[in-house]
């Protein structure tokens, strides 16, 4: 019997690993948009040929991926009014979206119900709550009651999205939200999210849920910016993922923010009052800080398209820093006015003191508030 693995190799070989492919009569598909990667059907026995040429860098056998979230009774919740996100695109890779409005959706999974989940809709409307202005593009890797997926799916949708990206060009700044994990580390995954840095996309991962403290993929992969969650007190989520990672020296998360009782919308009403815990909750959160800054200050952050890998890499790494240090684990607690702040020192954006007072305090229209089941109010970020 055989089943799919994935393989990595170095691009430049592909006509040779093409050819040793073809001589064994192995079927393989290349990935249009994603070097260095190729899914295979193979037997036991195949496997463990490709595993030993040495034109292969590594092999995996296509593995399960979850969505990262729990569902808990909804309340009231309130949403106030703001007008960021003009300039943003955001592609969600998750289990499809209903209710929020998307300039476009693909389905990789194969399960046609996106109402049969609901944590995509969730992912996406968290978004939509804080960054109202942003397009959304769904991307469904993940699907069914367990909101599950595979390696390939999710490989599958990023060539997709990079891809995609050509013809978006009336969008400025370009995004992924991956609330989706896996217990295993994938070479493949990490090849393929690490080639988002070449694209000038800015990439968000949740940390995962499994009160370990070591993460899966794509959590692990140096190229993306991984979210673990925090109480709204601020204190390290009992269940968020971490790792320190002595070999590259590079820690995950990198960022942390609210994922405990997150109110967003409901994939069958529409209404905004469900609650869902996870890193899967604080990820798009995080992701919606950066979206938000970047947008606000569209008149001096250049298109993400027109940086060089350098600047762009720069760029992220003054989102991370710009968050104030957790003690106990991995990651820098992110804030709006902190986040804009250090962005805004970046392209020497210049601003009165009046300005500079608004932001610092921020204001209504820059804060999302929701209601937590006992009728407090809570900041999402």
């Known amino acids: 019997m055989k089943k799919t693995y ?69 309340s009231d919740s309130q949403r106030i009014p703001n007008d960021l996100g003009e300039s943003v695109l955001v592609y969600v890779v998750d289990t499809g979206v209903n209710c929020i409005n998307t300039i476009d959706r693909v389905n990789f999974h194969g399960d046609k119900n996106e109402s049969n989940n609901a944590h995509g809709t969730h992912v996406a409307g968290t978004i939509n709550i804080i960054i109202p202005k942003a397009s959304i593009v769904s991307v469904q890797v993940l699907g069914g009651k367990m909101g599950s997926g595979s390696t390939k799916t999710i490989i599958d949708g990023i060539n997709f999205i990079f891809g995609d ?16 994990g896996m217990s295993q580390k994938s070479p493949a995954i990490c090849s393929a999210v690490s080639q988002a840095l070449e694209n000038k996309v800015m990439t968000f991962v949740a940390a995962g849920n499994s009160s370990n403290n070591k993460v899966g993929s794509p959590a692990n992969c140096l190229s993306v910016i991984t979210v673990g969650s925090i109480s709204r007190q601020g204190k390290l989520s009992t269940f968020s993922d971490y790792e320190t990672n002595k070999q590259f020296g590079e820690d995950k998360p990198e960022l942390l923010t609210v994922g405990e009782n997150v109110m967003a919308h409901n994939h069958n009403t529409c209404k905004v009052d469900t609650l869902m815990t996870g890193t899967s909750m604080a990820c798009p959160i995080a992701l919606s800080v950066a979206g938000a800054v970047v947008s606000d200050l569209h008149f001096n952050v250049p298109a993400f398209r027109s940086m060089s890998t350098a600047e762009f890499q720069q760029l992220q790494e003054i989102i991370i820093q710009s968050g104030q240090k957790y003690s106990d684990s991995p990651g820098n607690i992110l804030t709006y006015p902190e986040a804009r702040e250090s962005i805004r020192k970046l392209y020497d954006v210049t601003m009165s003191a009046q300005q500079f007072r608004i932001y610092k305090t921020g204001p209504k229209n820059h804060t999302v508030r929701h209601r937590n089941p006992k009728g407090d109010p809570y900041l999402c970020y």
Not at 37 to 49: P, T
Not at 165 to 179: E, L, V
């Open 6 to 74: 994935l393989i990595t190799f170095n691009p430049l070989a592909k006509k040779e690993v093409e050819n040793q492919l073809k001589l064994k009569k192995i079927r393989f598909r290349f990935f249009q948009h994603i070097n260095g990667v190729a899914s295979l059907d193979l037997s036991r026995s195949e496997a463990e040929m490709v595993r030993q040429s040495p034109l292969v860098d590594t092999i995996e056998e296509d593995a399960v991926v979850y969505a990262l979230a729990e569902e808990f009774a909804g």
């Open 165 to 180: 990206i050509a013809k978006r060009t009336n969008y400025k700044y370009i995004f992924i939200n991956m609330s989706l």
